[in-house]
């Protein structure tokens, strides 16, 4: 059973301003046996921004929760910290956010799973839009950043090309076309960089 009053007054706070659909997921994945289970349940449900928004602020007040725990009851410690993995688990399964992304490749780098990282990384690909990819390879943080770069230059060099002619996008797409064209041989990402060096944005 779950007493969310056990998670401290932050926790319970933001428990109290969750919809109801929300507290689910969450329930249901604290009873889950494990990670599996949770995304099984995520993914029956189809994408939902604002659940985004308040699994995130719950799992924020959770691991704050872990980490301020008193040393001498570690049995709260645990519990608080299986349910903040169930929340990542959740977002993990659900998201199409890059800030959401680069908020849980950062917890899972903190925390040494480096195996979680590497699921976060080749979900990047597949949920995010590549502009939303593009951001990421702007973001601060530098696993963040690398993560990001290599998910781009995985991306089909047509999108690649199509992103040379966005003035914000444009400096990213071009590295992971330059990468596909000289680290991996690719004669259509060579074809594009001499093509848009000599005719331009206007022509290109």
């Not at 969450?26 to 599996?36: H, I, T, Y």
């Not at 990282?117 to 597949?126: F, G, H, K, N, T």
């Not at 951001?135 to 999108?159: C, F, G, S």
Request: hydrophobic share 45%; aromatic share 6%.
């Amino acid at each position: 059973m779950m007493i969310i009053e056990e998670f401290g007054p932050q926790v319970a706070s933001v428990w109290n301003h969750l919809r109801m659909a929300t507290r689910n997921l969450v329930e249901k994945a604290w009873q889950s046996s494990g990670a599996s289970a949770a995304a099984r349940i995520s993914q029956a449900a189809p994408y939902d921004p604002r659940a985004d928004q308040e699994l995130t602020q719950l799992l924020s007040a959770l691991d704050d929760s872990v980490g301020q725990a008193d040393k001498s009851n570690q049995e709260a410690a645990k519990r608080a910290q299986r349910l903040a993995d169930a929340c990542a688990d959740l977002l993990s399964q659900q998201t199409q956010s890059a800030e959401v992304f680069a908020r849980l490749i950062e917890r899972a780098h903190r925390r040494k799973d480096y195996k979680q990282v590497d699921a976060l990384a080749a979900l990047l690909p597949e949920r995010l839009a590549p502009s939303e990819l593009c951001d990421l390879a702007r973001a601060n943080n530098v696993i963040v950043r690398a993560l990001a770069h290599e998910a781009m230059t995985q991306m089909p060099t047509k999108i690649l090309a199509a992103l040379l002619r966005d003035p914000v996008d444009s400096v990213v797409a071009r590295q992971a076309l330059e990468r596909q064209a000289y680290e991996f041989g690719s004669a259509d990402a060579q074809r594009i960089l001499r093509e848009f060096d000599e005719f331009g944005i206007d022509e290109f």
